[in-house]
């Protein structure tokens, strides 16, 4: 599922534990289409619980854990979930359909339930509001924000839960709205001529934007420590390979701090990636990710071939609608 940003962290970037009961958590999860034989449920004071898949296609494991907010991932998409002691957890879903299909059954898994939907939310938020002019926007925004509200409230959750939520609710509210203007800023640079870079090449000596006129240019901008940027590698790896040869270059701009240039060099080497690989000057103060209004990674672009901006936030590698896009540009 495509995340045009990653709500979720308003929630796990305010993870809070509460309690310290350690009464055994019983866990079971069956993934159809599953992307890994191991799944990992992650929780502050790096709490980690490894779970390998049995003889049964079945994900199982007895763990001790306090009563807060955790992520699990399967090592391709992540989401978050709710335990509690004495909890018996059976989740099932459709790794093809990450966050659509996910479904808590059991013991105490009314709030994992409750977070499982109002991502979807979100995601069905995101896609539809952020297309609307300002004032239809706003007055969308309040409304998700007002029945949000309304339906933790009536629902039959955890005390400390609800506190917890309603600051996240409050959050997304937030944040979608700074995004919104975002996007709305990113979207007016589209027909105009993009900022430049010049920035290390892996290869050598450094690279600037005008360097690459007369081409296509798709640019990633990504870091070595970001999950959703290594996710994408696998699929930018196959745009490339089909579109080899054509008039695109494909460019991954690292957003990584200086003192880990010697790491994305390693990154680079072990994961043998492809195209222009090319290393910011300042991470995020980089003027070029700055001009952009980039706050969140990955963040893709694409520039025509005579520098001109054709998507100020392009779709990812693993969205079909890139492929599509190069397709009608390309061919």
Same mark, same amino acid.
């Given at each position: ?38 799944? @990992?449920?992650? $929780? ?5 619980? @490894? ?6 296609? @079945? ?8 009563? $807060? ?21 059976? =989740? ?47 007055? =969308? =925004? ?22 917890? =939520? ?23 640079? @589209? ?22 006129? $007369? ?58 990636? $492809? ?57």
């Amino acid at each position: 599922m495509k995340k045009l940003f990653v709500a979720g962290l308003v929630i796990f970037n305010a993870l809070n534990v509460i309690g310290q009961s350690k009464d055994a958590i019983k866990f079971t999860a069956k993934i159809a289409n599953r992307n890994s034989d191991t799944l @990992v449920i992650r $929780g502050k004071d790096n709490f980690k619980q @490894v779970i390998p898949i049995n003889k049964k296609e @079945v994900f199982a494991a007895t763990f001790d854990a306090p009563k $807060g907010f955790y992520m699990f991932s399967d090592g391709t998409e992540s989401s978050n979930l709710f335990l509690k002691p004495n909890s018996e957890v059976n =989740l099932t879903m459709n790794a093809k359909e990450f966050d659509e299909t996910i479904v808590y059954k059991g013991k105490g898994v009314n709030e994992s339930n409750f977070l499982a939907q109002q991502a979807l939310k979100d995601e069905s938020f995101q896609k539809d509001a952020f297309s609307k002019e300002s004032g239809e926007f706003t007055a =969308l =925004l309040d409304a998700k924000l007002k029945a949000d509200t309304e339906s933790l409230e009536k629902g039959d959750l955890d005390p400390e839960f609800k506190v917890a =939520l309603k600051r996240s609710i409050e959050g997304f509210n937030k944040y979608a709205s700074e995004e919104y203007e975002r996007a709305a800023k990113a979207n007016k640079m @589209v027909g105009k001529a993009s900022p430049g870079f010049d920035y290390e090449n892996f290869k050598g000596g450094k690279t600037k934007l005008s360097d690459l006129k $007369g081409k296509y240019v798709y640019i990633d901008l990504w870091a070595t420590w970001c999950a959703p940027c290594r996710a994408e590698i696998p699929y930018l790896q196959k745009i490339e390979e089909k579109y080899h040869g054509k008039n695109i270059e494909f460019v991954s701009i690292s957003i990584d701090k200086l003192k880990d240039n010697e790491k994305w060099k390693k990154f680079v080497t072990d994961k043998h990636l $492809g195209g222009v690989q090319l290393f910011a000057d300042k991470d995020w103060e980089s003027e070029f990710v700055v001009n952009y209004g980039v706050t969140g990674i990955p963040r893709f672009i694409l520039i025509d071939p005579q520098g001109n901006v054709v998507k100020s936030d392009a779709p990812r590698p693993s969205d079909p609608e890139l492929d599509k896009q190069l397709s009608t540009l390309l061919n």
